[in-house]
């Protein structure tokens, strides 16, 4: 999905749409703005705090800004992107893949400020 301030629609009702799709996840491109001001941390709290004022507050928002400097274990992995991104998911359902992957090796070499940068808590070993 595509979408810009000039739209006949809102970025709520874009994400209404995907809501009441069957899709599981979706994937929003923030073009002909400009995002770059853009703090995304408080813009992606402001945004699911609006989801839930609108009676969508089991969905999940993520912000990736190619203008935002984010590294994970030396590595930019927003910086490709070609404008701000919004990934949807149903809450539960991250819930769930998080804790799949922590039962997995996938955190392993992870440096503990990726786990703090991320929001994950710790692997039990």
């Not at 874009?14 to 995002?35: N, P, V």
């Not at 839930?52 to 590595?75: H, R």
């Amino acid at each position: 999905m595509v979408y810009n301030s000039n739209m006949n629609k809102s970025l709520i009702e874009i994400i209404r749409e995907w809501d009441d799709s069957q899709f599981k996840t979706g994937l929003i491109l923030h073009i002909g703005d400009d995002m770059e001001t853009i703090v995304r941390k408080p813009y992606q709290k402001f945004l699911n705090e609006e989801l839930k004022k609108n009676q969508m507050g089991d969905v999940k928002l993520l912000c990736f800004s190619p203008f935002e400097d984010f590294n994970i274990s030396g590595i930019d992995t927003r910086k490709s992107a070609p404008c701000m991104l919004y990934n949807l998911a149903k809450r539960k359902d991250l819930q769930e893949a998080g804790e799949k992957l922590l039962k997995t090796k996938w955190y392993d070499n992870l440096l503990t400020e990726d786990f703090k940068r991320l929001n994950i808590k710790k692997k039990i070993l």
